[in-house]
């Protein structure tokens, strides 16, 4: 069933390969940019063939299997191209919390994209498509409080840490929001741009307003092989290559974020170990080096043993000890209480899925969610035991960077 179109007629999709189209952000029309992009590959889609809002609750990821069944499977496909994301495709944003609304799930018209050399463009039905217009700039940009104020969050961050000391859980993830307002309307394409300039290694994306470049893949399937890329444990950049190299290794050396990160990493094999044939983890991190941060990284590979789709997956990950904390059920309790704001789809699941099952999920970090001229941005930290509410500060004002830097380049 064609859900957008308003008929019953099924989605008339197809696939044809297409020459090199250069930057894949600079074919996207003003309204409704859809983007999944890394190093100058990825997808970009515009234009809406069908559209859901996914219900709240526990079973939201299976509510969106089954809606996507039912579009993808009634449509009528002529694909030339084979290959993960060519085909029908369809973008989400999922939110942090199950039992907050704000879930979706779109199907663009047209998605173009490119991977290995190879581009593709997918289009779904034949009435005209809307054409690129000029980038216009927002404007000066002001900053404003969201829900707490910095010496707020600090003092909500020490109450966490003390309940860690008490033995109540072992770690939470605290965020604040920032809320920016420009004074024009804030046109997607121009954070996507500056993000994916500045923000190679990220994935670059835009969902129904939630914009971001997010260095933190939750997790990409590509037939029976899945990959993930775990994060956690942050210092911010130093003042040159030094400070830098000095950073990176006391982060390394840090037994706070190295259990931090074990946290993480445990959450994550948890969750996958019993989907899998087999599943690799590194014995030790590394140090990821971004222009404001350096994280701990670890990268996970593994083999499905079933036909699970890659929302199935995201469904039994999410949310990772990355961004709940451990144990999940405690850490997401404590975060309802403390953090005092709504997350919208920060920290929840974000990516692209196609007819296959195929897709790739990441986790919204640094991003915001733009509406008009506001943009309400987002910024977190694993809080232990040991964490000093100063340097979590510091370290979210580190990553806040990344979304101030695409409004005001
Ligand atoms: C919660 C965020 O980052 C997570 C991902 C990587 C490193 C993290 C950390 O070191 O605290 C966080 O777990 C955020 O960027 O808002």
Redesign the pocket.
Known sequence: MSVALGTTRPLPVRTTLVGDPGDLLASLPRTAPYAWVRNGEGLVGWGQAARVAVPPGPGRFAWARQWLATVFGDAHVDDAVRTPGSGPVAFGSFTFDEDAHGSVLVVPRAVLARRDGHAWLTTIGDAPLETFSPIRDPGRISYGDGSLSAPEWEHVVARAAKRIREGELEKV?L?RDLVATAERPIDVRLLLTRLARRYPECYTFSVAGLVGAT??LLIRRTGQEIESLV????TPRGTGPADDLARGAALFASPK?RH?HEC?IASVRQTLAPLCASLETPDEPELLVLPNVQ??ASHVTGRLADGASVLDVVAAMHPTA??GGTPTPTAIEVIRELEGMDRAG??GPVGWIDAHGDGEWG?A??SGLVQGRRARL?????IMGDSDPAAELA??QA?FRVMQYALEG
């Open positions: 993830v965020a260095p933190e994060l956690a444990g942050t974020d931090e993480a994280h701990l990355a961004v920060y920290a986790i970090l640094r987002f910024a977190g930290g694993g370290e979210a990553k």
